[in-house]
């Protein structure tokens, strides 16, 4: 018998071991995320993927499944407020996706679009923050990071190079490169790395590639990043 | 360079979990942490250059740029202030010559603030390239400014500069039955470990450090988990603000608690001990060293402990300024020679701690009354306390008080007894357990110290009246927001929106929706952040919103909202460009402040 676990009424099903985002991935229900990405090692740090598990919150991509869990995802309650935690990584940083060769590829705007966010709620933080464009083919650019570690985690458990870390302590968590003048162009990174795509905005980037595909024709503009059609504006509240 | 980092990484047999160690010696000895030395330690100990980083830059009492020759940091915990450290800061700096947080021209001095250095009732104190400098005057400020300009090596300063006193004010059952060095071991020797944890059970200890987690079930939980090496680590981290029982537990009650550490690990099968010390102690760190020599000649520690057959010894490892490690799964990170940022659980450290081996990981006083119990027996201690919070509890009090100090109390004792004891009058409100814990107020102080009531980890602040409750709070927030590793969305983002929200309202920019604001932030802090240091951050704010609402109201102004920027305070550069201070020169904040 398959053990499940019941996620806003629906049984889905796991394998010991897995976590509440690897089940529900498996079984095609959508849990908002930044830091989590399938393959990866689990992080736990943007907490979008919050849920209630028994009533507790805990992150879907660090928690493990359990027999007989209750997990609830699709409530206003959370909603509202992972729309929050999106606004958050939104002032922290300097975010203008009309002018981003990202927009429409990026996951944070997506998620932003599928929490209804409008706004910026907060006061913006306006860093200032460098960019990177040492390197022939890549480019930095900080103002867009949100920590999320993906890349560093991608060139240190898949590419095997180490090429990037997080630094600092609190609003100083930033991202830094492995190399001796702590730039990129003196880095052994190179275009066919994941840590080169894996960002989920647009802080790492291949240049000259900005605008190869339309804008109206990418991927969060074709359909929304639970996967649901953009048309008839379809409601994801519970 | 590159010799001292190779003697440098010899020093620590080349263990890259001891990279903070290196790292501080590298600190003390070059005033920072070189570009070069990372490098060198990177090709050394095989660890990429930017993880070597992201430690030099996570840890307060590291930097990867210049520091002075002195290095001079004041502690600027709340009980610092009100004994005025801000004024003797003023004076040192202007004496110095020197700019807050720069260093001099002449590369002499760099003088900073640093969070609670747990010297709160010997207060306003300081740290000297890491060494305390306790109950600070303005006669010593001029003293330490004459040494710091004639340059004068800090082994010459004169000694009553650093003397650090111990005020136990009023001992219980732990402190006046104290447990001759091997008791405790002989007592698991005779009756077995099944037994002595049976004690432990019957005693009802729980955890002293802030989560009062059962002692003998986390012992027994360890124990059972499978795996060859096991591992035991006290938690002498005390960084929550007004907490210094740990500092005075370390001096003068060292052997009880290494006796404890090595009761858990015969006990639960430990061959590995660790006493992590947060770095602004480093001045206990030689006699604690002492303490485990001579444990060691004692057959105390070390191979074939007493002829019992088993093995154990413990180490010390130095923090380096960051009040998350004080955090167990943070702190195992930090001795694992990282930046100290929470895990994710589970797994719990009980099952993989430190290096993924199971761990118990216990505060300095948990240590401490496990071994009186271990002597004592489990219905001596149950016979203190109430409910299901049995024995007694050490606080740390300072503040508003004539005596403050060191005070052992049974649970269940109530706040105003305390306050009598101590020396109080008048009092407006009381910081129960630190900035993380309770703010009560006056008509409360018939509640009772307890883990069902009031929980302390070991502060206890008292404030009179005409202390300013809305400046507490924000030194409190400003700690947090100091203080919060990074890791997470709601905690790195959050706190400092708490804080720079709480400004706004302090310094009368606030309207109503402001305060409302405040409280929503709270609320995405407590319930979705990572650790206890976001879920607790926003408590002084919301403690003190519920007890006393009118502070807030009175800073507000009465319009709906208010712009978080000061309008008229940016135009102030282009004023003193154009050389006018003319009314046309100056911006209304509102159209409704501009009609009044
Ligand atoms: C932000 C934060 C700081 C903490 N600081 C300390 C500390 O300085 N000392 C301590 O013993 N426990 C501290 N704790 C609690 C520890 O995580 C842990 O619960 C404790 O060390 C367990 O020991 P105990 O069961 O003996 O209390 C802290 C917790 C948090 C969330
Ligand atoms: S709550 Fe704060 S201190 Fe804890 S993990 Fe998150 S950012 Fe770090
Ligand atoms: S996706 Fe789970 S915390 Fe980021």
Redesign the interface.
């Known amino acids: 018998m398959t053990k499940c676990i019941n996620i806003d009424g629906v049984n889905v099903p796991f394998e010991e071991g897995q976590t509440i985002m690897q089940a529900a991935e498996n079984a095609g229900v959508y849990i908002p995320h930044l830091c989590h990405h399938a393959g990866y090692a689990?992080h736990?740090?943007?907490?979008?993927c919050?849920v209630r598990v028994n009533g507790r919150?805990c992150?879907a991509c660090?928690f493990?499944a359990a027999e007989g869990q209750s997990v609830i995802n699709n409530s206003r309650e959370l909603q509202a407020?992972r729309r929050?935690?999106t606004q958050?990584?939104f002032?922290?940083g300097n975010h203008n996706c009309p002018s981003c060769e990202k927009s429409g590829d990026c996951r944070l705007q997506a998620v932003a679009y599928y929490l209804r966010m409008e706004d910026d709620h907060?006061?913006l933080?306006y860093p200032p923050r460098p960019l990177d464009s040492s390197h022939p083919d890549i480019l930095i650019e900080h103002n867009r990071c949100i920590?999320c570690s993906l890349c560093v985690r991608a060139s240190r458990d898949i590419d095997g190079k180490?090429v990037?870390?997080?630094?600092?302590?609190?609003?100083?968590?930033h991202l830094?490169?492995?190399s001796?003048s702590g730039r990129l162009g003196d880095s052994d990174i190179s275009t066919d790395d994941a840590a080169a795509h894996i960002c989920p905005t647009g802080a790492i980037l291949i240049k000259g590639q900005a605008f190869h595909r339309p804008i109206g024709q990418r991927l969060y503009d074709l359909e929304r990043i639970d996967g649901s059609p953009h048309a008839g504006e379809a409601s994801h509240e519970a | 360079m590159q010799d001292f980092i190779t003697k440098t990484v010899a020093a620590a047999e080349g263990q890259p979990q001891r990279l903070l160690e290196m790292l501080r010696a590298v600190q003390q000895a070059y005033g920072y942490v070189p570009?070069d030395a990372v490098?060198f330690l990177s090709a050394q100990l095989g660890l990429?250059?930017?993880?070597i980083?992201?430690v030099v830059?996570?840890?307060g009492f590291l930097s990867s740029s210049p520091q002075g020759v002195y290095r001079i940091v004041f502690s600027d915990s709340i009980t610092d202030r009100m004994l005025g450290n801000q004024a003797l800061f003023r004076l040192l700096a202007d004496l110095l010559q020197v700019q807050p947080g720069v260093v001099s021209s002449d590369g002499l001095v760099s003088l900073d603030f640093t969070s609670c250095t747990g010297l709160c009732e010997q207060g306003p104190a300081a740290l000297v390239n890491g060494w305390p400098l306790p109950a600070l005057t303005e006669d010593k400020i001029a003293r330490i400014a004459g040494l710091v300009k004639q340059r004068i090596p800090l082994l010459d300063w004169p000694g009553y500069l650093f003397e650090v006193n111990d005020y136990i004010r009023q001992p219980g059952l732990l402190l006046q039955n104290p447990i001759a060095p091997g008791q405790a071991l002989q007592a698991w020797r005779e009756r077995g470990a099944a037994a002595v944890l049976e004690e432990l059970e019957v005693s009802g200890l729980r955890g002293r450090g802030g989560a009062g987690f059962k002692t003998a079930l986390k012992w027994r939980l360890c124990a059972e988990e499978a795996g060859p090496e096991r591992v035991v680590v006290c938690n002498a981290d005390e960084g929550e603000p007004g907490t210094f029982k740990d500092r005075v537990l370390l001096r003068l009650y060292a052997d009880q608690v290494f006796e404890g550490m090595t009761l858990c690990a015969a006990i639960i099968g430990a061959r590995q001990g660790f006493l992590y010390l947060r770095g602004e102690y480093l001045f206990l760190l030689e006699p604690l060293r002492q303490i485990l020599r001579s444990r060691r000649e004692l057959g105390l520690l070390g191979e074939n402990i007493s002829g019992f057959g088993f093995d154990f010894d413990i180490e010390i490892r130095l923090g380096a300024g960051?009040y998350i490690c004080g955090e167990e799964s943070a702190l195992i990170e930090s001795l694992e020679g990282k930046?100290g940022v929470p895990r994710?659980r589970?797994p719990y450290p009980v099952a993989r701690g430190y290096l993924q081996r199971p761990t118990v990981v216990n505060n300095v006083e948990t240590f401490l009354a496990a071994a009186a119990i271990g002597v004592y027996g489990g219905a001596w201690f149950a016979a203190a306390g109430a409910g299901r919070s049995s024995g007694t509890k050490i606080l740390s009090i300072s503040g508003d008080c004539a005596r403050p100090g060191i005070y052992e109390y049974a649970f269940g004792v109530e706040m105003a007894e305390i306050l009598r004891d101590c020396g109080t009058e008048d009092v407006l409100c009381v910081q129960v357990g630190g900035p993380s814990g309770t703010l009560i107020d006056s008509s409360e102080l018939q509640r009772k110290l307890s883990y069902e009531d009031l929980a302390s980890g070991g502060s206890l602040m008292v404030f009179n009246r005409g202390r300013d409750v809305l400046g507490i709070v924000q030194n409190f927030t400003h700690f947090f927001?100091?203080?919060?590793?990074?890791?997470?969305?709601?905690c790195?983002?959050?706190?400092?929106?708490l804080q720079?929200q709480l400004d706004k309202i302090i310094n009368g920019h606030g309207s109503a929706g402001d305060v409302a604001e405040l409280t929503?932030i709270a609320?995405?802090l407590k319930?979705?952040?990572?650790c206890g240091l976001g879920q607790t951050a926003a408590n002084p704010v919301l403690h003190a919103l519920q007890r006393f609402p009118e502070l807030y109201e009175s800073r507000l102004k009465k319009i709906s909202y208010e712009p978080?920027f000061d309008l008229d305070a940016a135009l102030e550069v282009a004023r003193r460009m154009a050389r006018r201070d003319d009314p046309a020169a100056h911006l209304a904040q509102t159209e409704e402040e501009a009609h009044d």
Request: proline letters at 12%; glycine letters at 10%; charged letters at 15%.
């Open positions: 689990p736990g740090s943007c907490k979008l919050s919150v992150t660090t493990p407020d929050r935690l958050m990584l002032v922290e907060f006061p933080f920590v180490n990037f870390a997080v630094s600092g302590r609190g609003a100083h968590k830094i490169v492995n001796p | 570009p490098e990429p250059r930017g993880e980083s992201a830059e996570f840890y960051a930046p994710n589970p927001a100091h203080e919060s590793c990074g890791f997470c969305t709601p790195r983002v959050g706190s400092r929106l720079n929503g609320h995405l319930n979705y952040s990572h978080g």
